[in-house]
């Protein structure tokens, strides 16, 4: 009797976790972004277990019995921030929550963004309910090189609910931005002196590895070989024209992949950028231009764009309370100040989840691709706009 009580129980529950995870839901707008080609008027876009089952207008598209039904006078795709500290850097900004810069240091790729990132953090809350589904976050700059990034979603209670990519990339910082808190070089020079020693131990490294050669394991080398083997990608903080083509010529040197982070005189030198053939996560077009930062411009997302260089928009790092900033809001100023708009919809979307080799799954409403939606009650780059609801991997979210 007793095995079959428990039995019954444990049919009930898996039951009950099937309903409560397989919403299936029908989601209307007045107009449809989808990333996937021309907006939608009156488009309608059906989400079952946890995918978009199908996009279409509301004509040709029939919304099957049980769909919950949504209605928002837009609908978008989830925005991707390509670069955050957020679920390291916390709301409170007390040491306590503060995890996004360990400075015993200047050198310290092998420190890991999962084994620090807090899944329940309330800035990640406050991202979510703005439309911001998936965030490239991690170690932040102030140190030469401050650890690894990871891509989660902005959902989940703990970091295996949220986490889409444990590892991407390793954060460097070039220019005058190290951190006073850590044992810092005392010019540009030796900064970069110091990351090319540890290139090159890796590069003997990296060459023992694949040779099968006898070598101890060593978990800073680990990822500065992957790194030079491609499996991670180098983001460089770095704002002034000079230290920009300097990372570009370590760049070139190591013949490792890398993104330009922040970038304040990318305008200066939009030649040189392009040739290299390198993307940007260009600063938040709000930034405080200051120190190395000081030609940092509203404009320049609209720079980049006319010159045909890759880019995407970041929340980055504050180092003041709250601690981030929102990619939906940084783009709406790169409207109002050149940059196209069908342009900035497609950079907060798919352009972002191609830049961080994650298109098959997000940027997108189209069938097969997670479910992170977004409803608005008016134009998404109007500050007068809201956010009305939030679909991530199907399910709504309710705070």
């Not at 488009?43 to 769909?67: A, H, N």
């Not at 460097?172 to 290139?199: D, H, Y």
């Not at 053939?277 to 938040?284: L, Q």
């Not at 189209?366 to 991997?393: C, H, M, Q, R, W």
Request: glycine share 8%; no cysteine.
């Amino acid at each position: 009797m007793k095995t079959l009580r428990i039995t019954f129980l444990l049919v009930l529950f898996a039951a009950f976790s099937s309903t409560a995870y397989a919403q299936r839901i029908a989601v209307k707008g007045d107009t449809v972004y989808t990333s996937a080609g021309n907006p939608i008027v009156k488009g309608v876009v059906l989400v079952k277990d946890g995918k978009i089952e199908r996009v279409g207008t509301q004509s040709s598209v029939r919304i099957p019995s049980g769909y919950e039904v949504m209605e928002a006078k837009v609908v978008t795709p989830g925005f991707i921030d390509v670069h955050s500290v957020v679920g390291l850097a916390g709301h409170m900004s007390q040491p306590h929550d503060q995890d996004q810069l360990e400075t015993s240091s200047a050198i310290q790729p092998e420190l890991r963004a999962i084994d620090a990132y807090n899944a329940r953090e309330e800035l990640v809350g406050h991202l979510r309910r703005l439309g911001v589904t998936t965030v490239h976050t991690g170690h932040g700059p102030g140190a030469l090189m401050s650890g690894q990034t990871m891509i989660v979603k902005t959902t989940g209670e703990t970091v295996e609910e949220a986490v889409v990519t444990p590892s991407k990339m390793i954060a460097f910082t070039m220019g005058s931005m190290i951190s006073g808190a850590i044992n810092k070089p005392g010019t540009r020079s030796k900064g970069v002196a110091m990351i090319r020693q540890e290139l090159v131990k890796a590069q003997a490294y990296a060459e023992k590895r694949k040779n099968g050669d006898s070598y101890t394991k060593n978990i800073r080398m680990e990822a500065l070989a992957d790194l030079l083997d491609g499996k991670l990608t180098a983001m460089v903080t770095v704002h002034k024209a000079n230290d920009i083509m300097t990372a570009l010529r370590l760049q070139k040197e190591f013949d490792f992949p890398m993104v330009l982070d922040g970038a304040a005189d990318a305008h200066l030198i939009l030649d040189e950028i392009k040739d290299a053939g390198v993307t940007v996560f260009v600063h938040p077009t709000m930034i405080r231009p200051s120190r190395d930062a000081q030609n940092a411009s509203m404009e320049t997302a609209g720079m980049l764009h006319r010159a045909g260089i890759p880019f995407g928009f970041q929340s980055g790092y504050e180092p003041y309370v709250p601690k981030t900033r929102v990619v939906l809001f940084e783009a709406g100023v790169a409207v109002a100040n050149g940059l196209d708009r069908s342009a900035a919809m497609e950079i907060l979307t798919i352009e972002a989840a191609k830049i961080l080799d994650i298109e098959e799954r997000v940027g997108s409403l189209e069938k097969g691709k997670d479910a992170d939606i977004v409803l608005f009650n008016g134009d998404p780059f109007e500050y007068t706009s809201n956010v009305t609801g939030v679909i991530i991997n199907g399910k709504v979210q309710t705070n």
